[in-house]
């Protein structure tokens, strides 16, 4: 695939690829190279657009799986009740995708992680009100771009959620932790990227020392 923004972050061990290039490719042709059900999952969204994004997302993981692990073919996915994907079989590498209309990103690691872009779009203080607790929204109200640093707070709200496996919540006011998640944020043109990852390795901490 052409017009990738590539990019790898290591300090967690985290392998990101973004591409910005959602129109740029053969949707028929793309259908048909990715499994059947991603392709079943993309057919689903009634506009092109929603079924590119799915589309891309899938093939930005098989080409970190490819680069990472050598892994060829096309992945099979499996979900758990919350909706979170993992690779059938490969319970060693974790991965998360996210797509907005501006850009798809994936995140693919060795240990769990979590990735949300967001598009930056109209400023809306009720939402911000809505999802945001007492600091944030104080924080994004006297941001010199509100509407870009309520996206930046927002898409690290959504990759810790998607860390964590949960979902997103009722109540979104008191997700992100800087004490136990690490955080890496970078703000584009149109859009804002968020990945998330255990600031220690829990499951060794669980360990018993020897």
Same mark, same amino acid.
């Given at each position: 695939?052409?017009?990738?923004?590539? =990019?790898?972050?290591?300090?967690?061990?985290?392998?990101?690829?973004?591409?910005?290039?959602?129109?740029?490719?053969?949707?028929?042709?793309?259908?048909?190279?990715?499994?059947?059900?991603?392709?079943?999952?993309?057919?689903? =969204?009634?506009?092109?657009?929603?079924?590119?994004?799915? &589309?891309?997302?899938?093939?930005?993981?098989?080409?970190?799986?490819?680069?990472?692990?050598?892994?060829?073919?096309?992945?099979?996915?499996?979900?758990?009740?919350?909706?979170?994907?993992?690779?059938?079989?490969? @319970?060693?590498?974790? =991965?998360?995708?996210? %797509?907005?209309?501006?850009?798809?990103?994936?995140? &693919?690691?060795?240990? @769990? #992680?979590?990735?949300? #872009?967001? $598009?930056?779009?109209?400023?809306?203080?009720?939402? #911000?009100?809505?999802?945001?607790?007492?600091?944030?929204?104080?924080?994004?109200?006297?941001?010199?771009? @509100?509407?870009?640093?309520?996206?930046?707070?927002?898409?690290?709200?959504?990759?810790? #959620?998607?860390?964590?496996?949960?979902?997103?919540?009722?109540?979104?006011?008191?997700?992100?932790? %800087?004490?136990?998640?690490?955080?890496?944020?970078?703000?584009?043109?149109?859009?804002?990227?968020?990945?998330?990852?255990?600031?220690?390795?829990?499951?060794? $901490?669980?360990? @018993?020392?020897?």
């Amino acid at each position: 695939m052409r017009g990738f923004i590539l =990019f790898s972050l290591t300090l967690q061990a985290v392998k990101i690829l973004v591409d910005e290039h959602i129109w740029d490719f053969d949707l028929q042709a793309a259908l048909l190279d990715v499994s059947e059900q991603r392709r079943e999952q993309a057919l689903r =969204f009634r506009h092109e657009l929603g079924q590119r994004l799915s &589309v891309l997302a899938y093939r930005l993981l098989k080409r970190c799986l490819s680069e990472l692990y050598g892994m060829e073919g096309n992945p099979r996915l499996e979900y758990d009740e919350h909706g979170k994907p993992a690779i059938a079989g490969r @319970p060693d590498i974790c =991965f998360s995708l996210s %797509h907005c209309r501006e850009a798809v990103a994936c995140a &693919v690691s060795t240990r @769990p #992680v979590g990735i949300d #872009v967001e $598009a930056i779009r109209e400023y809306r203080p009720s939402l #911000v009100r809505y999802t945001m607790n007492d600091e944030e929204t104080a924080a994004v109200e006297r941001a010199d771009d @509100p509407a870009a640093a309520f996206i930046r707070l927002w898409t690290m709200k959504e990759a810790t #959620v998607k860390l964590t496996g949960t979902g997103i919540s009722t109540d979104m006011k008191g997700v992100i932790d %800087h004490e136990r998640v690490a955080y890496h944020t970078t703000q584009h043109d149109r859009y804002v990227l968020s990945v998330a990852q255990w600031a220690t390795d829990e499951r060794s $901490a669980e360990e @018993p020392a020897r």
